[in-house]
């Protein structure tokens, strides 16, 4: 029901922007979050948005390096994702989740996924 697209290769300090599309379905009402899992690690919190775009939420590790957006209208939320370094290689997933902001970070709360898509960064 949820759909990730836009990864691919990038050399360290540059950008890349992630989708996530969802179409037949609305998430307007949900919170969207991202998360990534590196290989031999566990998936963990990127990014969080409200529902409406107002508010949003980081992991430190990309913070004022990443921004996480959505256009309800076209049913996507996006990750714009700069300065990349090699440690940000991983899996992108999009998730949606009715949960409160508490829980923004935990990868248990979330009802919906969609696949991953890879992002490389070269050193």
């Known amino acids: 029901q949820l759909q990730a697209s836009g990864g691919g290769l990038v050399q360290a300090g540059g950008s890349l922007r992630v989708s996530c599309a969802a179409p037949?379905?609305?998430?307007?009402?949900?919170?969207m979050g991202w998360f990534r899992q590196a290989p031999g690690k566990e998936r963990e919190f990127v990014a969080a948005?409200?529902?409406?775009?107002?508010?949003?939420y980081y992991a430190d590790s990309v913070k004022g390096r990443f921004t996480i957006s959505r256009d309800n209208a076209e049913n996507t939320v996006y990750l714009q994702m700069s300065s990349l370094k090699p440690e940000d290689t991983a899996d992108y997933y999009c998730?949606?989740?009715?949960?409160?902001?508490?829980?923004?970070?935990?990868?248990?709360?979330?009802?919906?996924w969609g696949q991953g898509t890879l992002v490389t960064v070269s050193s």
């Open positions: 998730a949606a989740t009715l949960t409160v902001v508490s829980g923004l970070r935990n990868p248990l709360l979330y009802k919906y």
């Open positions: 037949g379905r609305t998430f307007s009402s949900y919170k």
């Open positions: 948005i409200s529902w409406s775009g107002g508010s949003t």
